[in-house]
């Protein structure tokens, strides 16, 4: 069974930045299309970041030239480098394949306020 765990969030003033880290573990666990979801109160999920098949990027509008995606195949480790955040960008955030394909991990909470 596949485990995701994320860290690495916390509060940021507006155009702060923040890493954001997904550790997986799991001998199912592919990091091929590991993607960056979050979670805003009374919002629905949504992607933000991932990686195609073709290893290629993709993002959101909303966080395109702000957030950058990367990943570290043999630790199994996948990041999401946050900059200029907004309060906007306030959410839990998770990762998980897309589509997703594993149990949620618990999330980390990104809070953006002055």
């Known amino acids: 069974q596949v485990q995701l765990v994320e860290s690495g969030g916390g509060l940021v003033q507006p155009g702060g930045s923040l890493r954001l880290s997904c550790a997986a573990s799991?001998?199912?666990?592919?990091?091929?299309?590991m993607g960056w979801y979050r979670q805003a109160p009374g919002k629905q999920r949504e992607l933000v970041a991932f990686f195609n098949s073709g290893g290629s990027t993709n993002y959101a509008d909303s966080v395109k030239g702000r957030f950058t995606i990367s990943r570290d195949n043999a630790k199994k480790m996948v990041y999401l480098q946050m900059n200029n955040l907004k309060p906007e960008d306030t959410a839990v955030y998770y990762c998980?394949?897309?589509?997703?394909?594993?149990?949620w991990g618990q999330g980390t909470q990104v809070t953006v306020s002055s």
């Open positions: 799991g001998s199912l666990f592919s990091i091929s299309t």
């Open positions: 998980n394949s897309k589509p997703s394909r594993y149990n």
